[in-house]
């Protein structure tokens, strides 16, 4: 029997993808139902910047899921990413209001508001997400939940996610075109991580990359808990456009070669001499080692702006679990052995695990961001996003208030 069902969407701006899960009673893991994937349109890096055509978009991919599935689609929990998503943390200071100087759940709440009220550089922001990290008692007990507790004074240290209003508003625009409820906002890599990363690994340490086409996000988490989070303005369509210079031919003949023959460090059979001594091309022009060469060369720099993250948080060479990564770039054959050569860090290729149902058809990389939208809207436990509201809620009231 279904207790529940959710949509997930990724609004990737090269594609769009949707995917239906539900949970049945005695199963534990979520069973995937459908999905349904559309080309990207009206999304730069990662940001909607066309509603209209975004909606077009939203509309192919819902349709295609409802196709495949037979389900009708009423709302969706959407995974949004792009350079807008940032983190900032903030501290908030208050008294203790009991007069036995118990601390209670209301006060731990009246710290993180107060942490809320201290954020600076908020103007065209919204919050997304907020996780109060560490509560402060007189200044010196230090404690995860901090009810219960004596003392005087309550300090709560707060890591909140931001994104641009601008792109919230021009998500809301672009599901409306789409006729579907947006139920909750997630930031992209937090839904990643939901469908790729276990407790334990968030626990001792850990950082996600998702290589879309146009950005990668990195997070890192640290005791269960992100830690610092950054969306850089490049991503696997860049490989392409070097490609397509490098070997001056057209982008759509550079994306075949990346994803049919792209690779690196792999142990590859000795070039095979052609007729005329040259080395193993492919498509009969091409040369694989220079693909290789210009792929590695692209992913370098990405890997080193994933460092210089590490370097600034003071977390290089520190995470015990390791680099996952995920998004559609990370499907480049030993992309993991370059990850880990240049990170100096475990790394792995993750994609969504402890399915059930149809769950070969999610069985990629690129597919982590939707399916965890899915998956966090199935769990309860969850309350990281003070969002789940669907057209009545206070984001959407929010929102609209700013809408023509
Ligand atoms: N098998 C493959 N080998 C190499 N690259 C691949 C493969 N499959 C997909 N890609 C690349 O992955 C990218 C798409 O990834 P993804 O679907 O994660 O992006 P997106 O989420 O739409 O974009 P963004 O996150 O930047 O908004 C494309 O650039 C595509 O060329
Ligand atoms: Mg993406």
Known sequence: ?????????????????????????????ARVIGVGASLGKGIRKGTIAEPEEAGQAIKEAVGALEKSTGIKSRGAHV??????????????LVAVSRADSEVTKEDASRAVQASEANLSRLQNKEILHKFPIVYRVDNEVLARDPVGLVGVRLEAEVLFITAFSQSLKNAIKAFDEADINIEEVIASPLA???????ER??????????????TTSIILFEEGLPYSLEVLPFGSANITHDIATGFRTTLEEAEKLKINY???????????KTARGGEDLVYGAYSKKKLSEIIEARL????????KHLKKYERAGLLASGVALVGG??????????????????????????????????????????????????????????????????LFHWLRAFLP
């Open 262 to 272: 792209g690779s690196l460090r792999q142990e590859s059979a000795p070039p095979k």
């Open 1 to 29: 029997m279904r207790q529940s069902g959710a949509i997930g969407i990724d609004l990737g701006t090269d594609s769009v993808k949707a995917v239906a899960v539900e949970t049945v009673l005695g199963e534990s893991a």
């Open 201 to 214: 690994e968030k626990e001792v340490g850990v950082m996600l990359m998702d290589i879309g086409s146009t």
């Open 192 to 198: 990643a991580a939901k469908a790729v990363l276990d």
């Open 300 to 307: 370098d720099d990405i890997f080193e702006l994933a460092e």
């Open 329 to 394: 770039g990370a499907n480049l054959p030993g992309i993991e052995i370059l990850a880990k050569e240049r990170l100096k860090l475990h790394a792995r290729v993750a994609e969504p695990e402890n399915l059930g149902g149809f769950k070969e058809k999610v069985k990629n990389p690129a597919w982590s961001v939707a399916v965890g939208a899915a998956l966090m809207a199935l769990d309860h436990n969850s309350n990281t996003s003070p969002f789940f509201r669907g057209r009545t809620g206070s």
């Open 79 to 92: 995974g949004i990413g792009g350079a807008g998503l940032a983190f900032q943390k903030s501290k908030g």
